[in-house]
Every structure is written in C-alpha cells, then in structure tokens.
C-alpha cells in the first residue's frame, strides 16, 4: 500500500482517494460534509446522512451511499465507514488489503455530542489522524462548564434587554445547539444555511426541538442562531452576540462578542486517546497543529509523523 500526502492510497492496481478529487472515474470516500473535505464531482462515496447533505448542500446528485460497519470492495481495496462523532454523517474509513489496513480519521469528536452519532473507533495497523487542535493549547472545559456558558449567555443578555445571537457555523455547531437548546425548551429562529441543514438532520431523526427561520424581523422569540457571516446583517435590534467555536480558547471573534469553546472536534487530550484506542503500528498527522501533535505522539513511543509532501509505503 502506498499513501500520498493528497489523500490517495494505492495498492497494486487499485487506488482510493481521501477527501480530494482524483483520476477520471477513481472512487472518492469522503468522511463528512464540511467544505474543506467535501468534494463536489467525481464518484463520490460517502454515508447516507453525507450523500444528503451533499445534495442539499452543493447540489451533489450523483454519490453512492455506504452504511456505517457495511464493507465495500473497490478493485483489491476494501472501504468501511464507522461513525466519526463529528457531524451528522461523518465518518472514519477504514482501508483494508490483504496485507494491511489503513484507519484515515477525518475529523472527529470523542466527548458526547447533542446532535450525531457518537464515535466508534476501530482497530488499524496504521493511522491518518486530523490534528485541527494537536497541540496542548486546546483542552475543552467540562461539557457541564460548556453549557453553563450558553445559558448563563441567554440569561444575560435577556436580563440586559439583549436578544441573545450565537453566531455558529451552519452545519454541525449550529445543530449542537438546538439541540442543547431544545433540552432545555428554549426557542430559536436560525438562518436560511442553519435551516437548511437542520431539517436534513430532522430527516434522520435528529430532534432539534422548535426553531424557526429568521426572516430579518427586528424582534424574535428566545435566540438567534446565525453564521458568523450573517451576524453583521442582524436586523433584531439590540443584539448580544456570543462566538461558538473551539477556536475561541486562544482568538477573539467580533469584538465584544461572549466566547464559548464548544467544539465539534477532539480536543489534544482526545486525540491521544484516540490514537491509543487505535493502537496503530505507525501514525500521520494532517490539518492544523500535524508537527506538534506528530511530536507529542513520539514522546508517547508512535512511530509519528507529518503526512507532507511526501509518499510513504506500507
């Protein structure tokens, strides 16, 4: 098996891509819907929540679903997908041959999440792991300590005569918290993106409690969800905006705005537990903090490193 840096693996004479486009008629196995992993033409395979996703998305027609835990065979390559706990649909894929196997992660989530499936990790002789926050800077607080922060928020801003506004990305963090949201009965007018992609959550049985479509009006009942491009076109008057991302423990968004670490990825901590649940022979970073996570995985006795420019043989 031969890996490259631009997400192909080959063996013999079969060849998959990872996330990115390949060759005329190659097979590509996308893990999630994000626009950073999602390719938009070529056969594309992918789970059934993605394949939806894709549709509604980019307009994506044509790509083959594959369930969870069900194999494919593509040439002498053989393709699972298992549930990554980042969004709705996303997965880890598992390459196998007769000789090796290969776990590509794609970006995933080991806390319990409010709004997907959560993660099962398989065993793999060898690891491409995302490393979005591989480095010690990023240890999430306490989901317990995560919630109290959105509450505390609408509580605020409420008591202040403030219409609560958490800008969120429109696919996966939006949904995490209607769903934290409608726990507690709240109600939310979201965006056109975020309704877009709610009701395909809702088509595979996702509760995202009462929420409506935000139509510009200068008031609305309980919280506003929108994405952080829209923010600055809220028309609610006197708005309290509050930033929803894991980047929030080390940058500051829309100035003034209340910071809440609530990620969709794993954490540092998360990621060496993954990889330990793992227990690969040898491991790639890719994305983000590579470098540092590859180093700190050395110190824990992996053979590590960057999936660069490189090609590697296993």
Same mark, same amino acid.
Request: hydrophobic residues 40%; aromatic residues 8%; contains cysteine.
């Given at each position: 098996?031969?890996?490259?840096?631009? @997400?192909?693996?080959?063996?013999?004479?079969?060849?998959?891509?990872?996330?990115?486009?390949?060759?005329?008629?190659?097979?590509?196995?996308?893990?999630?819907?994000?626009?950073?992993?999602?390719?938009?033409?070529?056969?594309?395979?992918?789970?059934?929540?993605?394949?939806?996703?894709?549709?509604?998305?980019?307009?994506?027609?044509?790509?083959?679903?594959?369930?969870?835990?069900?194999?494919?065979?593509?040439?002498?390559?053989?393709?699972?997908?298992?549930?990554?706990?980042?969004?709705?649909?996303?997965?880890?894929?598992?390459?196998?041959?007769?000789?090796?196997?290969?776990?590509?992660?794609?970006?995933?989530?080991?806390?319990? $999440?409010?709004?997907?499936?959560?993660?099962?990790?398989?065993?793999?002789?060898?690891?491409?792991?995302?490393?979005?926050? $591989?480095?010690?800077?990023?240890?999430?607080?306490?989901?317990?300590?995560?919630?109290?922060?959105?509450?505390?928020?609408? !509580?605020?801003?409420?008591?202040?005569?403030?219409?609560?506004?958490?800008?969120?990305?429109?696919?996966?963090?939006?949904? !995490?918290?209607?769903?934290?949201?409608?726990?507690?009965?709240?109600?939310?007018?979201?965006?056109?993106?975020?309704? !877009?992609?709610?009701?395909?959550?809702?088509?595979? @049985?996702?509760?995202? @409690?009462?929420?409506?479509?935000?139509?510009?009006?200068?008031?609305?009942?309980?919280?506003?969800?929108?994405?952080?491009?829209?923010?600055r076109y809220v028309k609610v008057a006197n708005p309290g905006f509050?930033?929803?991302? @894991?980047?929030?423990?080390?940058?500051?968004?829309?100035?003034?705005?209340?910071?809440?670490?609530l990620s969709d990825h794993a954490d540092f901590g998360e990621l060496?537990?993954?990889?330990?649940?793992?227990?690969?022979?040898?491991?790639?970073?890719?994305?983000?903090?590579?470098?540092?996570?590859?180093?700190?995985?050395?110190?824990?006795?992996?053979?590590?490193?960057?999936?660069?420019?490189?090609?590697?043989?296993?």
């Open positions: 098996m031969r890996i490259h840096h631009q @997400g192909r693996v080959e063996f013999e004479d079969s060849a998959v891509m990872l996330d990115h486009a390949g060759r005329d008629g190659e097979p590509i196995i996308l893990s999630h819907a994000h626009s950073d992993h999602a390719v938009r033409k070529g056969r594309i395979i992918a789970s059934p929540e993605t394949t939806r996703l894709l549709q509604v998305r980019y307009g994506v027609k044509t790509a083959e679903s594959l369930d969870y835990g069900k194999q494919m065979s593509l040439g002498k390559i053989k393709v699972t997908l298992y549930p990554s706990g980042h969004i709705l649909g996303s997965a880890q894929v598992l390459v196998e041959t007769s000789r090796t196997s290969l776990l590509y992660s794609g970006d995933i989530k080991l806390r319990a $999440g409010y709004s997907c499936r959560p993660i099962r990790i398989p065993e793999a002789e060898n690891l491409i792991v995302e490393a979005t926050f $591989g480095t010690h800077l990023f240890q999430w607080p306490a989901r317990e300590r995560i919630e109290r922060q959105v509450f505390d928020f609408i !509580e605020k801003s409420q008591i202040s005569g403030r219409t609560p506004v958490f800008m969120a990305y429109s696919l996966g963090k939006s949904q !995490e918290l209607l769903a934290l949201l409608a726990r507690e009965k709240i109600h939310a007018s979201v965006s056109m993106t975020v309704w !877009e992609m709610s009701k395909v959550y809702e088509e595979f @049985g996702v509760d995202l @409690g009462d929420y409506r479509l935000y139509a510009d009006e200068g008031s609305v009942p309980g919280v506003l969800i929108v994405t952080p491009q829209k923010a509050a930033a929803v991302s @894991g980047w929030a423990i080390t940058r500051r968004f829309n100035r003034g705005a209340t910071q809440i670490p060496l537990r993954y990889v330990d649940g793992v227990g690969p022979k040898k491991v790639w970073t890719t994305h983000g903090y590579a470098r540092e996570l590859a180093t700190a995985l050395r110190h824990r006795g992996y053979d590590a490193c960057p999936l660069d420019t490189r090609q590697f043989a296993i």
